[in-house]
C-alpha cells in the first residue's frame, strides 16, 4: 500500500496537465500544500494561512476532487486545515500516514517512486565536492565530529544555479542528524514559509510561539533565503532569530541562488552574518558527473539505456541537474506507454522537449494579461473590460504594475494595450506599489507571476 505522500505525488503531477492549472497558479497554490491525513474518503490537507486556504479552496477545489480521483479510482472530498490552527498535530504532517477506508477490493494506482534525499544517494563530483564535504562536517557536527568546537561551519551558506542539488544537501544533513539523534531539534523550512509562518503569528498575536519555535532549533536550515529582500519585518525577525541561534552554539544552514554579497536589497546587518562562517558555491555538472547522475537515475526507475543514449543526453543537457532527472522520468514513462525501447530518436525528441520547456520566451503584454488572469481567477477579457468586480480591479492594476516594471512600457503604452484612460495609469501603479510594501500575500502572488515569466 502506498502511502499518502506518494499519492499526493501522483496527484500534483495530475493537476499540472489539467488545462485550467497554470504554472504560476500551481506554484503559487497546488504546489505548497501539504499531504496531511486521509481518512473516511477525505483527503487532509495542510496549508499556511485563512488566506491561502479559502483562495485555494475557492480556485481549485473541483480541480482537487479529480485528481484525487483519477489517482485513487474513487470519489475523494477535500479539506484543507492551517497549520497550528486547525489540528493540533498539523505543525508537524503525518507524511506516512496510510491511507484508510478504501472501497473493499481497490488498489491505489499510484506507480511513483519516492526517493529520500540522502548523502549516499547524491552524486558528487568537482562542481559540488566542496559543498558536500561542508555538508557532512555540519551533519557530523551532531556526532561531536569533524566541525565541532568551532564555527568555521557555521552559518554554511550553500549558493548556485536552480536545480544543482542545493536542496538535497540540505535534506541530506535533516536525514542524518534525525537519524542519529532523533532527540535534537532540527527545523527544515523555506523561506516563503518562515515568512508565511511569521504574518500568521502577527495576525494572530502569536509571536512568542514563533520566537520559541525557531529560536529552540539546534539546527536551523533555511532554503532560497534570497526571498528574504523586500520583506523588512520578516529580516528583523530573521536577523534576530540568527543572533540568538548563532550565540547558542546552535548550527545554522542557508542556500541562496547566489551568493551573499549579490543578494541585493539585504540589510548589511544580515549580510554580514551570512559572512560569518562559510561560503561554498555549487557549479553546473561536468560530464562525468552527468553520467553518473544518468546513471543512478535509470537504476531507480529500472529503466535500460544504452550508454551511447546516456552519452547523448549528457552531452546535451549541461547545467541542469533537473532537466536530467526530467529527461529520464519522461524516458521511462514512454517505455511504460507505448512500449517502446530507448532509442536515439526517442532521447532526443525528450531532450528537445525538456529543452524547450526550459528555454525563456518573449514576454509578451497578451502574457502579463493571461497569467495575471488565472493567478487571480478572472480572464483576460475580465481585465481589459470596464468590469470594476474588486477581484477584477485588482488584477488590472497588478497587470499596469507589472507592464510598468517587466515590460518598461509608459503609462500611455498601457492605457493604449487595456483602453484605459492614460492619466489613471500613474494612480494604479502607485496602489499598487504600496500595496505590496504591507500586503505580504499579494506581494507573493506578484512574484510568482514574475517568476513564472521569466521562466517560462
Known amino acids: 500500500m502506498e502511502s499518502f505522500n506518494d499519492v499526493f505525488e501522483s496527484v500534483l503531477k495530475y493537476l499540472r496537465q489539467l488545462p485550467n492549472v497554470s504554472e504560476v497558479g500551481y506554484k503559487r497554490w497546488l504546489a505548497v500544500l501539504e499531504p496531511y491525513k486521509f481518512e473516511n474518503n477525505t483527503a487532509f490537507l495542510l496549508t499556511e494561512s485563512e488566506f491561502t486556504k479559502k483562495t485555494t479552496l475557492d480556485i481549485y477545489e473541483p480541480s482537487l476532487k479529480e485528481a484525487f480521483e483519477n489517482v485513487m479510482g474513487f470519489p475523494v472530498e477535500i479539506r484543507l486545515l492551517v497549520k497550528s490552527k486547525d489540528s493540533e498535530s498539523a505543525a508537524q504532517p503525518q507524511f506516512t500516514s496510510a491511507m484508510a477506508a478504501e472501497p473493499a477490493g481497490h488498489t491505489p494506482t499510484v506507480a511513483g517512486v519516492q526517493e529520500k534525499l540522502t548523502f549516499d544517494n547524491f552524486i558528487k563530483g568537482k562542481s559540488n565536492e566542496l559543498a558536500y564535504a561542508c555538508c557532512t562536517a555540519v551533519a557530523n557536527k551532531a556526532d561531536g565530529g569533524e566541525g565541532d568546537n568551532n564555527n568555521m561551519f557555521n552559518p554554511l ?18 536525514a542524518q542528524v534525525k537519524q542519529n539523534h ?23 498575536r502569536s509571536t512568542n510561539e514563533f520566537h520559541n519555535k525557531y529560536r529552540s532549533a539546534d539546527y536551523l536550515l533555511i532554503d532560497d533565503i534570497q526571498f528574504i529582500i523586500n520583506k523588512d519585518a520578516v529580516q528583523e525577525e530573521f536577523f534576530h532569530t540568527f543572533n540568538d541561534l548563532y550565540n547558542a552554539g546552535k548550527q545554522i544552514v542557508l542556500t541562496s541562488d547566489i551568493a551573499p554579497s549579490k543578494i541585493s536589497k539585504l540589510e548589511n546587518r544580515i549580510r554580514s552574518r551570512f559572512l560569518l562562517g562559510m561560503q561554498v558555491d555549487i557549479q553546473p555538472p561536468d560530464f562525468e558527473t552527468r553520467m553518473a547522475i544518468i546513471k543512478c537515475k535509470a537504476e531507480l526507475l529500472d529503466l535500460q539505456i ?14 541542469n541537474i533537473r532537466q536530467l532527472e526530467g529527461t529520464m522520468n519522461k524516458i521511462k514513462a514512454l517505455t511504460i506507454y507505448t512500449s517502446e525501447s530507448p532509442s536515439i530518436s526517442m532521447v532526443q525528441r525528450v531532450i528537445k522537449e525538456v529543452m524547450i520547456e526550459n528555454h525563456p520566451t518573449e514576454i509578451t503584454t497578451d502574457r502579463i494579461i493571461s497569467e495575471v488572469a488565472t493567478a487571480f481567477n478572472v480572464t483576460p477579457d475580465d481585465i481589459r473590460s470596464q468590469n470594476r468586480r474588486a477581484n477584477i480591479s485588482l488584477a488590472r492594476k497588478i497587470t499596469i504594475y507589472l507592464m510598468k516594471e517587466i515590460k518598461g512600457m509608459t503609462y500611455i503604452q498601457i492605457g493604449n494595450e487595456l483602453n484605459k484612460n492614460h492619466s489613471t495609469m500613474t494612480i494604479h501603479y502607485q496602489d499598487v506599489a504600496k500595496l505590496l510594501k504591507t500586503n505580504s500575500d499579494l506581494k507573493e502572488t506578484v512574484d510568482d507571476i514574475i517568476k513564472n515569466l521569466k521562466e517560462v
Open 306 to 319: 544504452k550508454d551511447n543514449l546516456a552519452r547523448l543526453i549528457a552531452e546535451k543537457i549541461k547545467t
Open 157 to 174: 551558506f550553500i549558493y548556485g544555479d536552480s536545480g544543482l542539488g542545493k536542496t538535497h544537501l540540505m535534506k541530506a544533513i535533516e
Open 182 to 204: 532523533p532527540e535534537m531539534n532540527l527545523i527544515y523550512t523555506t523561506t516563503e514559509n518562515f515568512t508565511n509562518e511569521f504574518v500568521q503569528a502577527l495576525s494572530e
